[in-house]
């Protein structure tokens, strides 16, 4: 249960870093949607709905304290990656660098499905 509370503490100072960054940057961090940058809202999508299947898998004990931490860090590089992309065109993503972060997050995709499913005891 300890874990759990810092885990998704760990979440929201992730979340609170892409909001204060979104400030700065036209739109960086999960579930910020800026209107005229289409392929930026697509990835931010995409780490919005990474981040609720960390949770969940934090909530339904389907990943172990381990697992969750290496997810957290790879979602985490993930962001820092489009923040300094961003930065290099005035809060755009070329197709190039989108597809790099889709990449990126399908394999953090992969990785947390096998986490979630490999069916092991939880300690709780």
């Known amino acids: 249960m300890r874990f759990r509370q810092l885990s998704l503490g760990g979440l929201m100072v992730v979340g609170s870093a892409a909001a204060q960054t979104a400030t700065t940057t036209s ?18 999508r995409r780490q919005a709905n990474q981040q609720k299947r960390i949770a969940n898998g934090i909530n339904n004990g389907s990943l172990s304290p381990k697992e969750t931490a290496n997810l957290e860090r790879r979602d985490a590089s ?47």
């Open 27 to 44: 739109g960086a961090g999960p579930g910020v949607v800026d209107p005229g940058h289409p392929r930026v809202n697509e990835v931010n």
């Open 78 to 124: 993930v962001q820092k990656q489009e923040q300094a992309d961003m930065a290099k065109h005035h809060g755009h993503l070329t197709k190039a660098e989108q597809r790099q972060l889709n990449r990126r997050e399908n394999r953090i995709s992969r990785s947390m499905y096998k986490d979630k499913h490999n069916h092991k005891p939880h300690q709780g």
